[in-house]
C-alpha cells in the first residue's frame, strides 16, 4: 500500500512538472470570457409619405420598423411621414415638428409619389426634393454617409392602379421622377436604394399589397429591408 502511495505520488510530480514545462515553454493558458451580446442601439429617422408609415399595415410592418427588428435596436426610429404628402408637405412637416436632434445614425428619404399622382411639376419635384435630401443630410450631422435614398414603388400594377389608370403610362411616369431623384441623390454622392423593381413585383403576386388594394403588404416591405439592410450595417459599422 505504502509503495502504491509512492507512486501516486511520483505520477502526480510529473503531471505537475510537465504543467510547469508547458506554461513555461507556451505561457500560462488565458481564460477567454467572451461577452453576451448586447441589444444594438442606434437612432433613425425615417422622412417620407405613406410608403414610410405604412399605411394599410400594423405599424411594426412598416419598412422603419422592419429594420429596426433586423438590428434588434431598443430606440424606437423617429417618422415624419403622412399618408398624401408631397414633397412640399413633408418640408411643412418637418418644420413644424423642429427637431432638435441633429445627429442621426440613419436618415431614410423616400418621397415623390403624390407628386407624380397629382401630375405636379418635374421642376418644382426636383426643386423641392433637392431641399429635402440636404435636410436629411443636415439631420445625420452632415454626414453624407448615414443617408439613404428610397426610390418611388410603382403604385400602378396594384388592383388600385389596374382599376383607376394605364399601368404602362403610371409606369414611365414613375420612371421619370425616379430619374431625377436618383439624378440628385448621385450629384451629392448619397447611397441610392431602388426598390421600385421590388415593388413591381406585385403584377403577379397579390400578397405584396396591402388589404386596400394599393400599398404595400409586410412582405413588400420585407424586400425593401433586404435591400436596406446591407447599406444600413455598412453604415451603422
Same mark, same amino acid.
Given at each position: 500500500?505504502?509503495?502504491?502511495?509512492?507512486?501516486? $505520488?511520483?505520477?502526480?510530480?510529473?503531471? +505537475?512538472?510537465?504543467?510547469?514545462?508547458?506554461?513555461?515553454?507556451y505561457g500560462t493558458p488565458?481564460?477567454?470570457?467572451?461577452?453576451?451580446?448586447?441589444?444594438?442601439?442606434?437612432?433613425?429617422?425615417?422622412?417620407?409619405? /405613406?410608403? +414610410?408609415?405604412?399605411?394599410?399595415?400594423?405599424?411594426?410592418?412598416?419598412?422603419?420598423?422592419? %429594420?429596426?427588428?433586423?438590428?434588434?435596436? $431598443? $430606440?424606437?426610429?423617429?417618422? !415624419?411621414?403622412?399618408?398624401?404628402?408631397?414633397?412640399?408637405?413633408?418640408?411643412?412637416?418637418?418644420?413644424?415638428?423642429? %427637431?432638435?436632434?441633429?445627429?442621426? =445614425?440613419?436618415?431614410?428619404? %423616400?418621397?415623390?409619389v403624390n407628386n407624380q399622382?397629382?401630375?405636379?411639376?418635374?421642376?418644382?419635384?426636383?426643386?423641392?426634393?433637392?431641399?429635402? %435630401?440636404?435636410?436629411?443630410?443636415?439631420?445625420?450631422?452632415?454626414?453624407?454617409?448615414?443617408?439613404?435614398?428610397? /426610390?418611388?414603388?410603382?403604385?400602378?400594377?396594384?388592383?388600385?392602379?389596374?382599376?383607376?389608370?394605364?399601368?404602362?403610362?403610371?409606369?414611365? =411616369?414613375?420612371?421619370?421622377?425616379?430619374? !431625377?431623384?436618383?439624378?440628385?441623390?448621385?450629384?451629392?454622392?448619397? +447611397?441610392?436604394?431602388?426598390?421600385?423593381?421590388?415593388?413591381?413585383?406585385?403584377?403577379?403576386? +397579390?400578397?405584396?399589397?396591402?388589404?386596400?388594394?394599393?400599398?404595400?403588404?409586410?412582405?413588400?416591405?420585407?424586400?425593401?429591408?433586404?435591400?436596406?439592410?446591407p447599406v444600413a450595417e455598412?453604415?451603422?459599422?
Amino acid at each position: 500500500m505504502k509503495g502504491f502511495l509512492i507512486l501516486l $505520488t511520483l505520477v502526480a510530480s510529473a503531471c +505537475t512538472k510537465s504543467v510547469t514545462d508547458a506554461q513555461q515553454k507556451y505561457g500560462t493558458p488565458t481564460t477567454i470570457n467572451t461577452p453576451m451580446p448586447q441589444p444594438k442601439t442606434f437612432s433613425y429617422l425615417a422622412l417620407g409619405d /405613406s410608403y +414610410t408609415i405604412g399605411e394599410a399595415v400594423p405599424q411594426e410592418q412598416s419598412f422603419p420598423y422592419l %429594420l429596426n427588428k433586423r438590428f434588434s435596436n $431598443t $430606440t424606437a426610429p423617429e417618422i !415624419i411621414a403622412v399618408t398624401g404628402w408631397t414633397t412640399g408637405d413633408l418640408k411643412r412637416g418637418i418644420q413644424q415638428r423642429n %427637431l432638435q436632434k441633429h445627429d442621426y =445614425d440613419i436618415v431614410t428619404l %423616400l418621397i415623390g409619389v403624390n407628386n407624380q399622382y397629382r401630375r405636379y411639376s418635374k421642376d418644382e419635384y426636383r426643386t423641392e426634393f433637392i431641399e429635402l %435630401l440636404n435636410t436629411a443630410i443636415s439631420y445625420a450631422g452632415g454626414n453624407k454617409a448615414r443617408v439613404v435614398v428610397l /426610390s418611388i414603388p410603382d403604385w400602378g400594377v396594384t388592383p388600385f392602379g389596374k382599376n383607376s389608370g394605364d399601368p404602362a403610362a403610371i409606369a414611365a =411616369d414613375i420612371d421619370a421622377f425616379n430619374a !431625377i431623384n436618383k439624378s440628385e441623390t448621385t450629384k451629392l454622392g448619397v +447611397t441610392y436604394i431602388d426598390i421600385t423593381p421590388a415593388s413591381r413585383r406585385a403584377a403577379y403576386d +397579390t400578397d405584396l399589397v396591402a388589404s386596400d388594394g394599393l400599398h404595400p403588404s409586410g412582405k413588400m416591405y420585407n424586400l425593401w429591408v433586404e435591400q436596406l439592410q446591407p447599406v444600413a450595417e455598412e453604415k451603422l459599422k
